[in-house]
């Protein structure tokens, strides 16, 4: 039965499972483009878990990309190709070039019970961008 | 008085890409997914497409957080689009720790700005007098906080003003200022944005017609002379020539 706790674990070791190869991407990405790539959000609607089910989907985005590149998650992450793996929440790529330099955050977002949950982790120099899990208003 | 007096930051976005710095302060923007640049209202502006949720991005500090104080936040925006919110320039997460911002409220089909006094319930004061904005049209808005009327104010294309009381101040919270799109990125615009200014005190009428300039617009540091001012100069009198 996953519980809030229980699923915000399941997505914490998935997260951690698959960060070390994202990073290690991201930087390949960038010696050779001269920047970090962006993915938009992997889920059109982010996976619903309950107390009763396990919400995990496969993502239904994974060969959309930005309007203004081309590699989308597929060219990638192809480990993850269209409902070979479930994803127990919604990821989303920023990445940002500031005063302080060039970096990227995952957004990992997930429902539970019908309330929204973003955990950001940031790679890079601005800090402030990671946040712990948080509960955060549906919509704009 | 002059218009740099009270004046925070204003940011030009004359830039390519990347970092985009503000022309008056040190509050120079992040930014995030990459927003585009296009020819703008003064010069070039910032292209944001809302689909690659763009926007810039500055963390919080003294000099962008309000509190029971006048402000005054003022950008030309054109909308690309009128499918979803637009935010424009705020100080806002959606969350606990909400401020201020001017943006496009999609339900309505009307540019709003909004306060928050607690960081999480918004006062929201629409620009009834223009009704609902063109996409694909430039509109000079102009959003304040008057902390001795107890008032807030939306003004457009210096037309009408909407006002209502509001006498709780606004919270100095830690939101980051944006351009674009909340803290996060949520809300994203799909407009093109140009010449934002932020002051800490209130506009006086003729400084906001004077920034309006008859919709030509005054880039900082607003020191050149109005439209008004360029157009209507009399031709010097000279005897025996007509004019």
Known sequence: MPTLL??????????????????ARQENFRTNRGRYWQGLSTHVMRPSHTNGSDGSA??????????????DWDAVFP????????????????????????????????????????????????????KPWTLTPLGP | MLLTDGLISNWKLEEVSGTRNDAHGTNHLTDNNTVGQAVGKLGFCGDFVAANVEWLSRASNASLQSGDIPLTVAAWVKLTTKTGYSEIALKDDNSTAREYGIYYDQPTDRF?????????????????????????????????????????????????????????????????????????GGGPADAQIDSISLWKRVLTGHEKTRLYGAGFGLEYPFSGPSFQQRTYRPAPYRPGIAR
């Open chain 1, 6 to 23: 229980a699923t915000q674990t399941l997505v914490d070791e998935f997260v951690a499972a698959n960060l070390a190869v994202l990073t």
């Open chain 1, 79 to 130: 480990e993850w190709r269209a409902g070979s793996v479930l994803l127990p929440a919604a990821l989303r790529i920023d990445v940002y070039d500031g005063p302080d330099g060039r970096g990227w955050a995952i957004v990992i977002e997930f429902l539970h019970a019908g309330t929204l949950w973003r955990r950001v982790i940031n790679v890079g120099p601005e800090t402030s961008r990671s």
């Open chain 2, 112 to 184: 709003g700005f909004l306060l928050s006094s607690d960081g999480s319930s918004v006062v929201i004061e629409l620009a009834d007098a223009l009704g609902p904005p063109s996409a694909g049209v430039w509109y000079y808005v102009i959003g304040w906080h008057d902390d001795v009327a107890n008032t807030i104010n939306i003004q457009v294309n210096n037309g009408g003003i909407d006002s209502a009381s509001h006498a709780t101040g606004i919270l100095a919270g830690g939101a980051d200022f944006t351009i674009g799109a909340l803290q996060g």
């Open chain 1, 58 to 71: 496969p993502g239904d985005r994974l060969l959309v990309h930005p309007t203004d590149q081309f590699d």
